[in-house]
């Protein structure tokens, strides 16, 4: 059984850092690809970042203030976040997948954590 956990939510300000982590547990000698998106009640599941192929990829909203990096563990990946608006807040999910179709395609993702709230308020 294939389990995501994500950690590392939390209340901050505007214009302060946040450092997301996620690990994904399961099937012994299985690598899967990671990404993050986030969810408002207000809005559809957001890609946020992945890796395709080696390349780092962001949703035009984090760009140049998101990092996604992989931790030193298999199967762990971290998300910088830097310079966070208000417009941040959401339940950051974290999604994992032996090869997903489209790395930014919450469709394309078959293992999903139960998400970390990060509200980011003045």
């Known amino acids: 059984q294939v389990q995501v956990v994500e950690s590392g939510g939390g209340l901050v300000r505007p214009g302060d850092s946040l450092r997301l982590s996620c690990a994904v547990s399961g099937r012994a000698g299985s690598r899967y690809f990671m990404a993050w998106f986030r969810q408002t009640p207000e809005k559809e599941r957001e890609f946020v970042a992945a890796?395709?192929?080696?390349?780092?990829r962001y949703g035009p909203s984090v760009k140049g203030r998101f990092t996604i990096s992989r931790g030193d563990a298999i199967n762990t990946v971290h998300l910088q976040m830097n310079s966070l608006r208000p417009e941040d807040t959401a339940v950051y999910y974290c999604?994992?997948?032996?090869?997903?179709?489209?790395?930014?395609?919450?469709?394309?993702?078959?293992?999903w954590g139960q998400g970390t709230q990060v509200t980011v308020s003045s």
């Open positions: 999604a994992a997948d032996d090869r997903p179709y489209a790395y930014y395609s919450r469709n394309s993702y078959d293992y």
């Open positions: 890796f395709n192929w080696g390349v780092d």
